[in-house]
């Protein structure tokens, strides 16, 4: 019964990921048209984020705000990919001018998971080789025409295709990671480490170019924090998701943003697609659903620990629950070891 819950769960807050991160591109569409730089954007969003969720959690979710230095380190990792791939994305949304389009080609990271999850361990099927070429035909149909926003930016299309292998690279590891912690513990940290890692590429870029940190007119800012919002809550579901439903499982349900940001493209930006793009996402939706026929993944999933536990703890933890380290727990294996037994005090 209590695995039926989990899995209840996980599957609410992965199909709740896809509602939010589906917005994310218009709400940044949005923002740029407002005059922000993808650096400032990038940095702000993140960092807002991260910090409204550190004034969430100290107010009412005090028990996740601990950590130890064994899921320190693996959030470090996972917020400094997550960070990169973000400033990937924004960059190649600002060349593409095309949410749809960018979003599309974002839904790559679909193929990235599953391509990981078997490198990870995983033989590569038939089957998973003949999604990742249907994928790529996909994106030739979906970049290979004229649209509304011109001709197709290339560099752009590269940006946006390596943002989706960083995306889906963060999701993995994440999931590796939370075998040292709960899901909230590490929504609030690897968001964190991501907003230090955008910051200090904006610092960087704005060192050598002058770029303001506000947009040019004050309606970017609510842009800003619609971003910044879905950002905040698309974090905590989608590492919910990966907790108790496993990094592939999650990331297949994901496919739903397509149709969330088609809808809101279509609704608030007044953009269209001509038939053969439409052909491209039928293609990308095909080599998804194909995941019925591929070889299942070994998807490990683990029994929440109630918090997260600093390391001065470590030792009272019972051996045999969710931090004994296993193969698929490479920071535990490699950073704790089996504590001392302490004699009986009539012994010493």
Aim: charged share 10%.
């Amino acid at each position: 019964m209590g695995q039926s819950k989990q899995q209840r769960a996980g599957m609410v807050a992965a199909l709740l990921t896809p509602l939010f991160m589906g917005m994310a591109p218009v709400f940044g569409k949005l923002a740029i048209r407002s005059g922000i730089d993808p650096y400032t954007l990038t940095a702000l969003r993140t960092c807002l984020a991260a910090l409204l969720l550190w004034v969430i959690y100290l107010l009412f979710f005090r028990q996740f705000v601990y950590i130890f230095m064994a899921g320190l380190i693996g959030t470090i990792a996972v917020g400094v990919v997550n960070g990169l791939g973000s400033l990937l994305y924004y960059n190649g949304l600002l060349l593409l001018d095309d949410a749809s389009l960018a979003q599309l080609l974002n839904m790559l990271y679909v193929i990235f998971v599953m391509l990981l999850t078997r490198i990870y361990g995983q033989r590569v099927s038939a089957m998973s080789i003949l999604r990742a070429v249907l994928a790529l035909i996909a994106v030739y149909l979906l970049t290979g025409v004229k649209g509304a926003s011109g001709n197709i930016h290339w560099t752009g299309v590269g940006l946006m295709i390596g943002g989706a292998f960083m995306y889906a690279l963060h999701v993995v590891l994440s999931q590796r990671v939370m075998f040292e912690m709960p899901a909230p513990t590490m929504t609030l940290y690897a968001l964190t480490w991501m907003g230090v890692t955008v910051l200090l590429a904006r610092l960087a870029y704005g060192g050598v170019f002058a770029l303001p940190w506000q947009p040019a007119v004050p309606q970017g800012w609510w842009f800003i924090l619609g971003l910044t919002t879905v950002t905040a809550l698309s974090r905590v579901t989608l590492f919910a998701g990966v907790r108790n439903l496993g990094s592939l499982q999650t990331i297949l349900l994901n496919v739903a943003e397509i149709g969330v940001t088609l809808l809101a493209a279509f609704t608030w930006l007044g953009e269209r697609m001509v038939l053969q793009q439409w052909l491209g996402v039928a293609v990308l939706l095909v080599s998804v659903l194909l995941s019925r026929w591929d070889v299942k993944a070994e998807d490990a999933v683990y029994r929440p620990l109630p918090q997260a536990m600093p390391a001065s703890s470590l030792g009272r933890l019972p051996l045999d629950g969710p931090l004994t380290p296993t193969a698929f727990s490479t920071i535990s294996r490699v950073y704790r070891r089996r504590p001392r037994s302490t004699p009986p005090p009539g012994e010493r």
